[in-house]
Structures are given as C-alpha cells and as structure tokens.
C-alpha cells in the first residue's frame, strides 16, 4: 500500500558529507511525520532525525549540529543532510514514514535501509 525507497547511502572519509534520500508513495492521504533512524551491527536502533507535518524537527543527541533532515513536501520526499562525518556515524539508514493511507487507516511504514560507512 505504501512503499519507501531509501538512496544516498556510501562510503565516506571521516568529515566528509553524504545525502540521504527517502521516497514514500502509494495509497498515501497524508504524511504526519517522516523520519531517519540507524542501527549499528550489534546495537539496537536509534533515533537520528525526525520531522513531524508542522516543520517541528528532533534530533538525535550525537548528531545535532551535524545532520539536517528536510522535506520536499510536493514529492513526499525526505532528505538527510550528514555533514562532519565520523566513523562512529557508521550504520544502516532507515527511513521511517507515519501516514494516514486513502482507506482512512493509520500506520508507519519502513524502508529497506542504505549503508552508511565511514572511513577513519
């Protein structure tokens, strides 16, 4: 009903930039929050970024000042904007998205993740 395609993800040198890319579509009537969360082999998944239909936004608390998450409202698109790298920044992305669908049904829905790695 809803799919979410994540892009951007690669290897990077310690300061480096990459951006991350997230697509939601299908039977979406309204998109309430689209997020990037990221999990380490080994750790549990954490929160990196949210930002909710009203513009408000959270970040995690080892990325602030770092990574930026924006939206391209238009093409229900989500970006992530990683600046100043660092290795310990090394994971799988995912993107998570909460939408009303057109059945009137609520839900998250979650990407199939992109590899980050960063190189020290």
């Known amino acids: 009903q809803v799919q979410v395609v994540e892009s951007g993800g690669g290897l990077v040198q310690s300061g480096g930039s990459l951006r991350l890319s997230c697509a939601a579509s299908?039977?979406?009537?309204?998109?309430?929050?689209m997020g990037w969360y990221r999990q380490a082999p080994g750790k549990q998944r954490e929160l990196v970024a949210l930002?909710?239909?009203?513009?408000?936004?959270i970040y995690g608390n080892s990325v602030k000042g770092r990574f930026t998450i924006s939206r391209d409202g238009a093409k229900d698109t989500v970006y992530l904007q990683m600046n100043n790298l660092r290795p310990e920044d090394t994971a799988t992305y995912y993107c998570?998205?909460?939408?009303?669908?057109?059945?009137?049904?609520?839900?998250?829905?979650w990407g199939q993740g992109t590899q980050v790695t960063v190189a020290s």
């Open positions: 998570n998205v909460v939408v009303v669908v057109v059945s009137g049904r609520s839900g998250d829905y």
């Open positions: 930002l909710g239909s009203s513009g408000s936004t």
């Open positions: 299908g039977s979406i009537f309204s998109l309430n929050a």
